[in-house]
């Protein structure tokens, strides 16, 4: 084994002893000491899921006792001023309703010492994404770096892999097929995400509350409501670092060349952990969307998505409108960055373009020769990877949690439940 695979598995070894160390001597003394409250949830989102599920829960009747934590200085006191329940994370008085809680809600990954925190509560994983990407301890970049043989399989074990009372999945394929797998869970519940209702249902939430690009979703509606076209560029992150634009894979003048012949407005939205910004200034018909901020208000305003490997494209099939494929790096973005865990060719239901002339020549067949030969491919994948296609994620899931602080049903009764929401495509 090389140095540099001794010295991942030694850093592995270390975290896990003291996080192993602070856990059981400090941490989970003090959660079985501190009283829980029965109806205390907290909402902690780093995603979508958790945001809007919030809200949901802020329109229903009282009987629930939540907060959502959040470092955001400016959220914390517009949610305050309409009297929506927050507090400051981190902080004492936090950490002691942390402590008190029997539900901890996240859509990312939890924290070693969140885990600890939470011991005796709930941990109710929405997670934030289906896709075609490898997820788990496999994923990790270090280990993925390693060669296969005895120490990789020991460095994955020492990767920090909590185990949730739920995982919240989107059907029975992604729970049978990627989540678990790769995510040690209590439960999987195939209700579907809460930030996919407002595809149906839309929102009255104030956007300054969803920390939405308020200027860019202006610029979104006026031109849809010149009555042209816009198509959302979304790709995915690179663990090696890259970007379509930085390699060359997109020249943004021709694109804007060919966006305005074509009366096109193109929205690039990169992923927040994508280290670019600022890429596109001063260009007619092509945008860059602040990559932090959420841009499924303006969902519904696209005609065409084009992406990689980013699971947004699933969620946008929830509009039964048309999806192309951009992998420009696919051989790189395997052996590299991730893994496929499903066929790629099979699961992404659109055309496959590898330069920019493919994807303008697809674009006009799809948007203005009105030539789409995906219809079917994409109700099946659709059918495939969710169980419910309804604006209803956010009171199915809710109502869950509700049932399991209360332990009054198993999974099968929760599903039981929900027997009057059929599938309906749109």
């Known amino acids: 084994m090389s140095l540099k695979n001794y010295k991942i598995l030694l850093t592995k070894l270390l975290e896990k002893t003291l996080y192993f160390i602070l856990g059981w001597g400090l941490i989970i003394p003090l959660a079985c000491i501190i009283p829980k409250k029965k109806n205390l949830l907290l909402f902690k989102a780093s995603g979508n899921n958790v945001k809007y599920l919030y809200f949901y829960a802020c ?33 004492w008085r936090t950490l002691f309703k942390m402590f008190q809680a029997s539900a901890y809600i996240i859509d990312n990954h939890i924290s070693p010492l969140n885990y600890y925190i939470f011991y005796r509560a709930r941990k109710i994983q929405l997670w934030h994404g289906i896709g075609v ?7 990790v970049r270090e280990i993925k770096s390693m060669k296969e043989g005895r120490g990789k399989e020991l460095a994955k074990k020492l990767v920090f892999n909590p185990t949730y009372d739920v995982f919240l999945s989107t059907s029975d394929f992604y729970t049978r097929e990627v989540f678990s797998p790769a995510i040690k869970a209590g439960q999987f519940w195939d209700f579907g ?18 920390d939405t690009d308020s200027e860019k979703n202006k610029i979104i509606r006026d031109f849809k409501q010149r009555g042209h076209q816009a198509v959302l560029y979304a790709p995915t992150f690179r663990d090696t670092g ?35 910004k600022g890429l596109i200034n001063s260009l007619s018909n092509c945008i860059e969307y602040d990559k932090g901020r959420d841009i499924y208000p303006v969902m519904s305003c696209f005609d065409l998505l084009i992406t990689d490997y980013s699971s947004i494209y699933l969620d946008f099939l929830l509009l039964n409108r048309p999806v192309l494929f951009f992998p420009y790096d696919y051989e790189k ?36 020769r009105r030539s789409d030969g995906y219809q079917q491919q994409r109700r099946e994948i659709l059918t495939m990877a969710f169980t419910y296609q309804d604006g209803n994620a956010s009171e199915r899931v809710l109502s869950a949690i509700k049932n399991l602080l209360t332990e009054k049903s198993s999974l099968p009764e929760l599903r039981a439940q929900y027997n009057d929401f059929s599938i309906k495509g749109r």
């Open 133 to 139: 990407k490898q997820i788990g301890p496999s994923s």
């Open 59 to 91: 329109r229903q009747p009282a009987g629930l006792e939540f907060y959502y934590l959040t470092r955001n200085k400016k959220l914390i006191q517009q949610l305050k001023t309409r009297h929506l329940p927050v507090l400051p994370y981190p902080s």
């Open 193 to 210: 995400y809460p930030r996919n209702d407002l595809l149906f249902t839309g929102t009255t939430i104030d956007e300054q509350l969803l």
């Open 333 to 368: 973005y395997r052996s590299r960055d991730r893994d496929i865990e499903v066929g790629y060719d099979w699961i992404t239901p659109g055309p496959k373009c590898y330069t920019q002339q493919e994807l303008e020549e697809q674009m006009i067949r799809l948007l203005i």
């Open 242 to 276: 890259g970007d379509p634009v930085s390699d060359l894979a997109i020249e943004l003048p021709a694109l804007n060349d060919f966006a305005r012949s074509h009366h096109l407005l193109f929205v690039f939205k990169f992923h927040p952990t994508t280290r670019v």
